[in-house]
């Protein structure tokens, strides 16, 4: 049997230290969101011989853009599924500490990749990473912190996503000012973090149960059921269906607008640009989209920082169930008006774009984030690190499938039309929410969800 360290109870981590506990895992959170999404402020800047997006003799094609960001999604769901289930069996420490490492040796071989191929792989290996500790620092985070502040602190490790979204546009604004578009600084950075967040985990990230403490602490007498809960079995699986589906599809929309938003934005305004124009005038007016499509992803990015709050401030008195839909609402709404204010070729975005952006932020981060604070109540203790590693990996399918699909399509339809069918999703994310709330509500308590000796409760 393996071995684990001291292992710290649930629920003794409470107060002071259950705190400390989530503000660690939201830096974590933090340096996952810049490496995953630096790629949408690294495909910008990626070395162009012509304004035709489609150049064989650029770094990568618009299809390859969408490759590259959708292979690191790839990568996130093998994390997720395949790797971060270990940590019901090793524990959440030893998991995180490895899939940071996975983490950083992606990012350095991003920097090094002298083409999209070998782009692809290396974020591959970096959602690989990345998928490993976005399992094990949500469920650490829910188990160090008592039930009334489990919405807190999963609000606070989602804080740390948007937040490292932020920080790749204010990063990406900083290199590019001084360095111009040095995208393999960008990269570097991202490991520089990279490796700090290994530092921090390893001093001060608790370890915790293993599956068979948690099991035996929980009953004196469990069953075979309780012992190895099945996802997909009569008490779990409506909610997990509607939440993997839910969870696949608003991930997925998420991914495709914070990844390729800046770079489509871009892309509108550089094809207005006169093709008369002097070589130096095209080389102005391209830098300049570029900046104004990074500038929409900032505010996108501020608005999913503005959603993760939210759910932590007002999470301490609504259930994260009620929320959802509430959020999903919100997305739909945004979505529209997004597509609607999306600036034509060689016009410049309106006031309405970034308050839309704002707001689609908003709805569709606070979708994910209070999709992620319903795994404590929707799954006993021993379910709950693969219940919310089949949502996050199941739902990097919608994830992978929406940057991907659109880089190819974007041609065809214009990104306006493709905001517009995108918003088909989150109306399915909004029905699953609605669903989760029915099924709540009716189904009987779990018989393992509260087990008194680990101080965990159904919510």
């Known amino acids: 049997m393996p071995t684990s360290q001291t292992a710290v109870p649930n629920g003794a981590a409470t107060g002071k230290r259950g705190l400390g506990v989530a503000v660690l895992c939201m830096f974590l959170n933090l340096v996952d969101g810049f490496d995953l999404l630096i790629i949408s402020f690294v495909l910008p800047n990626l070395p162009t011989h012509s304004k035709n997006p489609n150049d064989p003799l650029n770094f990568a094609t618009t299809s390859e853009k969408g490759l590259i960001v959708s292979f690191g999604l790839v990568g996130m769901a093998v994390g997720a599924i395949g790797l971060a289930r270990l940590a019901d069996r090793y524990g959440r420490r030893l998991i995180a500490l490895v899939g940071i490492v996975v983490n950083l040796i992606g990012l350095v071989l991003s920097a090094l990749s002298p083409n999209a191929e070998l782009m692809m792989g290396a974020r591959f290996i970096t959602g690989a990473g990345i998928g490993m500790v976005s399992v094990v620092i949500v469920v650490a985070a829910q188990e160090s912190a008592a039930p009334k ?45 990279a490796a700090a967040a290994f530092v921090l985990a390893f001093v001060g990230l608790p370890e915790s149960v293993k ?206 039309s493709l905001y517009n069918y995108i918003n088909i999703l989150l109306v399915v994310a909004l029905g699953c929410a609605i669903g989760v709330v029915v099924v709540m509500r009716r189904r009987p308590p779990l018989s393992s969800s509260a087990p008194t000796k680990v101080g965990v409760e159904a919510g």
Not at 149 to 167: E, H, K
Not at 175 to 191: C, D, E, P, R, V
Not at 278 to 301: I, M, P, Y
């Open 149 to 193: 502040y489990r919405n807190l602190a999963t609000g606070l490790v989602m804080i740390g996503y948007p937040l490292g979204s932020v920080l790749a546009a204010l990063s990406t604004n900083v290199i590019t000012s001084t360095f111009g578009s040095n995208w393999k600084a960008l990269f570097l950075t991202g490991a520089g973090l």
């Open 211 to 416: 599956a068979e403490e948690q099991t035996f602490e929980a009953t004196e007498h469990p069953s075979a059921e309780e012992k190895n809960p099945a996802l997909l079995g009569k008490s779990l699986i409506a909610a997990t269906l509607l939440l993997c589906v839910g969870y696949m599809t608003v991930s997925g929309v998420f991914n495709f607008a914070a990844g390729l938003t800046p770079d489509f934005v871009k892309t509108a305004i550089v094809n207005g640009i006169d093709p008369a124009a002097t070589k130096e005038a095209v080389a102005a007016a391209t830098s300049a989209a570029r900046q104004t499509g990074q500038d929409v992803g900032l505010w996108l990015s501020l608005g999913c920082l503005v959603g993760a709050v939210s759910l932590s401030l007002i999470g301490l008195v609504v259930s994260a169930v009620r929320l959802t839909w509430v959020y999903c609402v919100i997305a739909v709404v945004a979505m529209v008006g997004f597509a609607n204010a999306f600036p034509g070729p060689g016009h410049s975005p309106s006031l309405a774009l970034y308050f839309f952006a704002v707001a689609l932020g908003v709805g569709i981060f606070g979708g994910i984030s209070s999709y992620s604070a319903l795994v404590p109540l929707a799954y006993p203790p021993l379910a709950r690190a693969k219940g919310y590693g089949a949502m996050l990996g199941f739902g990097r399918a919608g994830a992978i499938a929406a940057p991907l699909i659109s880089g190819f399509i974007v041609r065809e339809i214009g990104p306006q």
